[in-house]
């Protein structure tokens, strides 16, 4: 398995080509593959020994994307303009641009900013939205290492990118779909620090 830098030009060519790159976040690796290469999920799918009955999350390198690819009213703007970059997954109503296999058929999806910013300048450096779930088996814990990558996946990814991740505490995960927010998994970020921007408090 080949070892990379954020900075180096080839994994993020290799994900532009449509190949599996892992890399560390804020909590744990994660596995990253483009989002429209349908090929490419059901790589990953396969990859992590893992049955296709969740959504992956989509991470991107700023919030633009988000408005891209989703429906955003002015109370979910709020959200996502002063917690994001951040430890918070935002499911949002999908546009129809997102092909149905990304979201197994359902109307939405989790989007995600990271706060690590050298991840940050990667994503925005490969142009394309990247599905990432965490790296491990179904049913295992995340790894948190490249040595742990390496010990979990051998040649079945196309490399992995140097670095460590922060605490293991995950990002928040947070349903904006309705009349009010709803915490799906509790992190560091609070439903208070939600619902301070959700409703303009």
């Known amino acids: 398995m080949k070892l990379y830098e954020f900075e180096d030009e080839q994994p993020k060519k290799i994900l532009v080509d449509g190949g599996i790159i892992a890399f560390p976040t804020e909590t744990v690796f994660g596995l990253g593959v483009r989002f429209d290469r349908k090929d490419s999920f059901d790589r990953l799918i396969k990859v ?25 009213d002015e109370r979910q703007k709020r959200v996502i303009d002063s917690l994001l970059p951040g430890e918070l997954t935002v499911i949002l ?61 051998g040649d079945e990814i196309d490399g992995v990118i140097n670095g460590t991740t922060g605490d293991s505490i995950p990002s928040t995960v947070v349903l904006l779909t309705g009349e009010k927010p709803v915490v799906l998994r509790q992190g560091k970020i609070t439903i208070e620090q939600i619902n301070k921007a959700f409703y303009n408090k």
């Open 93 to 153: 109503k999908k546009r129809p641009e997102i092909p149905p296999y990304v979201t197994l058929g359902g109307d939405t999806l989790g989007f995600r900013v990271p706060g690590y910013d050298r991840l940050r300048k990667f994503l925005l450096d490969v142009n394309v939205p990247l599905l990432v779930p965490s790296a491990n088996k179904s049913g295992f814990p995340p790894a948190k290492s490249v040595e742990e990558i390496e010990n979990i996946f």
């Open 48 to 72: 992590k020994e893992r049955p296709s009955t969740k959504p992956f999350t989509m991470m991107v390198g700023d919030a633009s994307w988000i408005y891209k690819y989703s429906f955003v």
